[in-house]
C-alpha cells in the first residue's frame, strides 16, 4: 500500500488485488450515501521499531464482544483493546478480559 500526504489530504494506493478489496470494503464501511459517513480515530501508538502497525477504530460501529479470560489480574489496572479501544477497570485477581479475539492490554 503506498500511502501520499499533501496537507491535509491522504492518499491509500493499493499495490496488489488483495489491498485493492481491502480499500473497497473499506470504502463501503466509511461511506454511507443515505446515514452519515464513518471516520477513522487512530488508536494506541505507532512506534515503528516497537511494532510496525497502526491501528485505527471504524466511529459509530460496535466493537468486539467482551469475555473474561482464565488470567486474572495481578493488580488493580485499566485494561484496553488495542482494536477497538474498549476499556475495562479490573481489580487485583479477577480474571482479565478478552476482547476482539484478543486478551486486553494493561495500561496502568
Do not use: H
Request: with cysteine.
Amino acid at each position: 500500500m503506498k500511502i501520499t500526504i499533501d496537507r491535509n489530504v491522504v492518499e491509500f494506493v493499493p499495490e496488489n488485488a488483495a489491498e485493492t478489496t481491502s480499500m473497497e470494503t473499506l470504502w463501503r464501511i466509511l461511506i454511507d450515501c443515505v446515514n452519515e459517513t464513518k471516520n477513522l480515530t487512530p488508536i494506541g501508538e505507532y512506534v515503528p521499531i516497537k511494532k510496525n502497525l497502526a491501528r485505527f477504530t471504524i466511529e459509530g460501529l460496535p466493537g468486539g464482544k467482551t469475555i473474561m479470560s482464565e488470567q486474572v489480574s495481578e493488580d488493580d489496572c485499566t485494561y484496553i483493546c488495542e482494536i477497538c479501544n474498549k476499556y475495562m477497570n479490573v481489580k487485583k485477581g479477577q480474571e482479565i478480559p478478552l476482547c476482539c479475539g484478543r486478551i486486553m492490554e494493561g495500561v496502568d
